[in-house]
């Protein structure tokens, strides 16, 4: 009787040792299943590294894109400079072409030197009228150029403040997850006292 009722000690406390076995089996698979939904969850998002990445291209991508816009913007000016000469260069061309035919023929008679004269003060003030113009657009173009210059310094200071920010908010994120990641060590611990 003794060794029996030993017997049945031993079988209740396998079968109560065996209950907490399953119960905590559960628990770690409810564990392992809150987990890997995390962990799914967390996947989802891009990493800092992704995102870091991602910054990374598209910064490249604008600096590509503004090269090209630059190079675009160079080579119309380029164009429109070279056009402007080539005006100028045929307005002279003609103008000596227009002296060297027309002086020999007006040279003869008075009135015809005198109208001709008429005619070269005209086209030398229409040389002079062209080359203003072009003196007060290379002054408009500096003075824009000065202009961009200022608010590209400006931009640069804002570009450095926002890398500032974004370093500080970077910092604070990583606090942020060191804190959290505490927090959640604290609360298991916490979960495991009261049970």
Do not use: W
Not at 1 to 26: A, C, H, Q, T
Not at 48 to 68: A, H, P, W
Not at 95 to 121: G, H, V, W, Y
């Amino acid at each position: 009787d003794e060794e029996i009722e030993r017997i049945r000690k031993i079988e209740n406390l396998y079968k109560n040792d065996l209950k907490k076995y399953d119960k905590i089996r559960g628990l770690l698979a409810e564990k392992n299943q809150e987990i890997s939904r995390v962990s799914r969850k967390l996947e989802s998002y891009p990493t800092r590294s992704e995102l870091l990445q991602y910054e990374k291209r598209f910064v490249e991508l604008y600096n590509l894109t503004n090269e090209r816009l630059k190079e675009t913007k160079k080579y119309y000016h380029l164009y429109n400079s070279l056009n402007d000469s080539s005006e100028s260069m045929k307005n002279e061309v003609n103008l000596l072409q227009t002296i060297q035919t027309e002086f020999p023929k007006r040279c003869k008679n008075a009135e015809d030197r005198d109208a001709f004269i008429k005619s070269m003060d005209k086209m030398i003030q229409s040389l002079k009228t062209n080359d203003e113009n072009a003196n007060k657009k290379l002054e408009s173009t500096k003075l824009e150029k000065d202009e961009q210059s200022s608010k590209y310094n400006e931009l640069l200071n804002y570009q450095r403040k926002y890398y500032k920010y974004v370093k500080e908010f970077q910092n604070a994120c990583n606090i942020n997850s060191q804190l959290s990641d505490r927090i959640d060590i604290v609360e298991a611990q916490m979960k495991e006292i009261n049970e």
